[in-house]
């Protein structure tokens, strides 16, 4: 079959999908659940045949792309932000040496758990980010980095946040998916501050908190990784 071919079949899978899900959308209201969107794509990809593997991942992706509303959040890459990983089963420890940062530890350490356990491919993470179900679990997680990371470079939340200007503190998951690691995909809090910050950040050793990572730069979407982030003007406006 040649390559054009395919991509029409892809494309038109595609196109099935996103009309399944609006269809899922009008019958259901204004939510559709992660088990639809991927009994939408299973049915949608049964029965066809072609030259290469159609890969279900992609398609789910492509759904999520259906059912996002406004852009993403998404890291700058300023010349004057540092850029950090933290490894999300190490957090719990710097999470505990934030002051006046309150949180409900078992909680809050069952959800990085079911995280680090169902995000492990690209459409995980979109999921986890457009779904409400799965929002919400993964905003309570964010939300909390979020405030400990302004604490911990001492600014204000209504300081953090410029209107009109894009954002200097970000806050993202992000998926490490090298196909060769020996430990699999590893997700990551993957954070941004200003680099006149960066010195707030260590301690009289020099040293960052637990677990922090210093880049040497802002990483960029690829096939082996991938970071979703943090919107906490659309937390707050929820909540309200």
Request: net charge negative.
């Amino acid at each position: 079959m040649k390559t054009k071919d395919i991509v029409y079949i892809i494309g038109g899978l595609i196109i099935g999908i996103a009309v399944g899900v609006l269809i899922a959308t009008l019958l259901g209201g204004s939510r559709v659940t992660e088990d639809q969107v991927r009994a939408i794509v299973n049915e949608a990809v049964a029965g066809q045949t072609t030259s290469q593997p159609v890969n279900q991942d992609d398609l789910v992706r492509a759904v999520i792309n259906t059912l996002r509303t406004g852009p993403a959040v998404a890291q700058t890459r300023d010349i004057n932000s540092a850029f950090f990983l933290v490894p999300v089963e190490e957090a719990g420890s710097w999470l505990e040496t934030i002051k006046d940062v309150e949180f409900d530890e078992e909680v809050t350490t069952e959800n990085i758990e079911l995280l680090s356990n169902e995000i492990t491919s690209e459409s995980q993470l979109a999921l986890y980010f457009t779904l409400p179900e799965r929002v919400t679990t993964v905003n309570s997680v964010l939300s909390l980095v979020y405030d400990a990371m302004l604490k911990t470079v001492g600014v204000a939340p209504e300081e953090a946040i410029v209107a009109g200007a894009d954002p200097s503190y970000v806050v993202c998951l992000g998926l490490d998916n090298d196909p060769y690691s020996l430990t699999g995909p590893l997700l990551y809090f993957y954070m941004q501050v200003p680099t006149d910050k960066v010195e707030t950040l260590q301690d009289v050793n020099g040293e960052f908190p637990t677990g922090w990572e210093k880049l040497d730069g802002p990483r960029e979407n690829s096939m082996l990784w991938t970071a979703e982030c943090y919107d906490p003007t659309a937390d707050e406006a929820a909540t309200e």
